[in-house]
């Protein structure tokens, strides 16, 4: 009978020491998923960024009406977004200029966002 209190007791202190090491969290681990998510969403914006303003270019380029709520709707975000490169070119055809200029855009925004990205993962140390 001893012997089982002995044991007993025994379980319990391993149980109380595994409860202790589970309770520690893993700060590292936690860091390095935040970076991942915060660089992974800078990514994943620029990306956006860049299809709604190649979506621009395939409309105008493809002639789609320019009435239609899906047209206008990207056609007010690409606008937005071209920032300084909505009139960088200026060609006599409003086709190329919108190609050129709307391109260039979104380019930009790919690069950038793969530059952010990368200073996120390293000023954040993220390990992968």
Same mark, same amino acid.
């Given at each position: ?39 992974g969403?800078?990514?994943? &914006? ?24 899906? &047209? ?17 070119f ?21 690069? &950038?966002?793969? @530059?952010?990205?990368?200073? @996120? ?8």
């Amino acid at each position: 009978m001893a012997e089982h209190a002995e044991g007993s007791e025994n379980e319990l202190a391993e149980t109380k020491t595994h409860a202790k090491q589970g309770s520690d969290v893993d700060w590292r681990r936690i860091k390095d998923t935040g970076v991942g998510l915060l660089a992974g969403i800078v990514r994943w &914006v620029g990306l956006i960024f860049a299809v709604i303003l190649v979506l621009h270019v395939i409309f105008t380029v493809g002639g789609a009406n320019p009435e239609n709520g899906i &047209v206008s709707w990207v056609r007010g975000w690409a606008d937005s977004l071209a920032i300084g490169f909505k009139d960088l070119f200026e060609p006599d055809d409003a086709k190329l200029r919108v190609l050129v200029n709307y391109g260039i855009a979104a380019l930009f925004w790919l690069i &950038v966002s793969s @530059i952010v990205t990368r200073i @996120i993962r390293r000023v954040g140390g993220a390990t992968s």
